[in-house]
């Protein structure tokens, strides 16, 4: 029976159990040993990060070739015109990449949303907008490269979702651990539609 760890990571933290230069990682957060990340998400990103002790399952989610859609909420400092949404969900030409069409979204603050610590920086003379993005591919940076590519920097990037498994319930630094049956339940709830 394959584990899967579904952790919210704080702001900060790095995606590994080791330090670099004394910053916070998964060891601070996660109990359970032999649990390895399926994926990464950035010290400056918070959310849903999976971990797992099956192998075969962590490659399967981490790998982009599989798709598993990745549902994100950013929070972006300007006005998120029609133009701009059309060509976040449109392939975008990020230099060394070409991204694939998404799905994005302009959407109120969303209702689960915790503090940040430490809060964002917010110039008051300019607004910003929250953006529902679903991704199924994860290039290193990516949604914070496509939405300054169109005009709109990210200030905030929260992961709510992998496939079926989302952050509800979770505050910052929670942990739920999912036992499954059969690696393949797991990875065939990771590749149904992120909400």
Request: proline residues 6%; positive net charge; charged residues 25%.
């Amino acid at each position: 029976m394959s584990r899967i760890v579904l952790l919210n990571k704080p702001f900060g933290v790095l995606s590994q159990f080791t330090s670099e230069g004394g910053q916070r990682t998964l060891a601070q957060y996660v109990a359970e040993s032999g649990v390895y990340a399926a994926g990464r998400l950035d010290a400056d990103s918070e959310g849903l990060l999976l971990l797992t002790d099956d192998g075969a399952l962590q490659h399967q989610l981490a790998s982009p070739k599989h798709k598993a859609p990745k549902t994100y909420f950013a929070q972006v400092e300007g006005v998120a015109s029609e133009m701009a949404l059309i060509a976040l969900r449109s392939t975008l030409d990020l230099g060394d990449f070409v991204t694939q069409p998404c799905e994005a979204e302009e959407v109120p603050e969303p209702g689960w949303l915790w503090a940040r610590d430490p809060p964002i920086r917010v110039r008051k003379a300019i607004p910003t907008a929250w953006l529902r993005i679903v991704l199924r591919e994860g290039k290193n940076r990516q949604v914070r490269r496509m939405t300054a590519k169109v005009g709109l920097p990210t200030l905030r990037l929260i992961r709510w979702s992998v496939g079926d498994w989302t952050l509800a319930g979770l505050s910052p630094g929670e942990r739920r651990v999912e036992v499954l049956a059969e690696a393949e339940a797991g990875v065939n709830k990771a590749f149904r539609r992120g909400r």
